[in-house]
């Protein structure tokens, strides 16, 4: 596996992002991962190479670019504490429409990149990075082939930059999982997204993971839960390998 840091001209100045490949010889097809709001760390990167393992060339943006230099922060140190005072300041300085006007130098980079087959991409995103790989899928229907969003909280709301509200202009499979304690989702949000997704005739499923916290699919997290992190790796790999193959 390999694994390659460049710099990428984005919206707003030069964004750091980690490109993972398999091991072989490409070309592969292309998924952009949208971190959540701990930013950039081991976990993220892990996870990144674990898609990539499964023949996908996977690009890890750090959208806190605005930011400069910060951590990386230990999710179970930060929660132990008052969380919102650290990672506010971090997570104001991107939205779900600032991540998407950077997604076209992201595409873009994918596109000239000789291992990455010509095609459409896949997006993922976890947490904050759900809203985020949702609505990057409407802002470019013609490259976003499949678009999946773990946890993700404020999916369907009032907002301008609410996710729902770029459903009628995607064309990718979508796949939502969310967990039934997560108050960020709460179930009236869920079917908002859900009436939204069915009504623009989008291909999707979304799923409530019963039992579970806001965070279970990453492995730093301490409501991390191996047994559903795998169910949702593998719905993941079989949404990329309808859309993407």
């Not at 400069?68 to 140190?77: F, S, T, V």
């Not at 976890?126 to 499949?146: E, I, K, N, S, W």
């Not at 409530?208 to 169910?231: N, Q, S, T």
Request: with cysteine; glycine share 10%; charged share 25%.
């Amino acid at each position: 596996m390999s694994q390659q840091q460049v710099s990428i001209q984005a919206t707003n100045g030069i964004c750091k992002a980690w490109v993972f490949t398999p091991e072989g010889k490409g070309p592969w097809p292309a998924v952009v991962f949208y971190m959540d709001g701990f930013g950039i760390r081991p976990a993220m990167k892990e996870m990144a190479d674990h898609i990539a393992k499964q023949g996908y060339v996977v690009l890890l943006p750090d959208l806190y670019y605005r930011l400069g230099d910060y951590g990386p922060l230990d999710p179970k140190e930060v929660l132990k504490g008052d969380y919102r005072a650290v990672m506010g300041p971090m997570m104001a300085s991107t939205d779900n429409h600032k991540a998407a006007e950077d997604s076209a130098e992201f595409l873009a980079y994918l596109e000239s990149r000789e291992d990455v087959a010509k095609g459409k991409v896949g997006t993922v995103g976890f947490c904050m990075g759900g809203g985020m790989a949702l609505t990057v899928a409407g802002y470019y229907p013609d490259r976003v082939a499949a678009a999946a969003s773990f946890h993700g909280g404020n999916l369907a709301t009032e907002l301008p930059t609410s996710p729902h509200l770029v459903v009628p202009k995607i064309k990718a499979e979508v796949y939502v999982a969310g967990a039934d304690q997560d108050r960020g989702y709460p179930p009236e949000m869920a079917q908002r997204l859900e009436d939204a997704l069915t009504k623009s005739g989008v291909r999707h499923r979304c799923e409530i993971y019963e039992g579970k916290l806001h965070g279970w699919m990453k492995p730093d997290m301490p409501v991390f839960d191996a047994e559903a992190a795998e169910r949702g790796w593998r719905e993941l790999f079989a949404l990329y390998a309808r859309a993407l193959r």
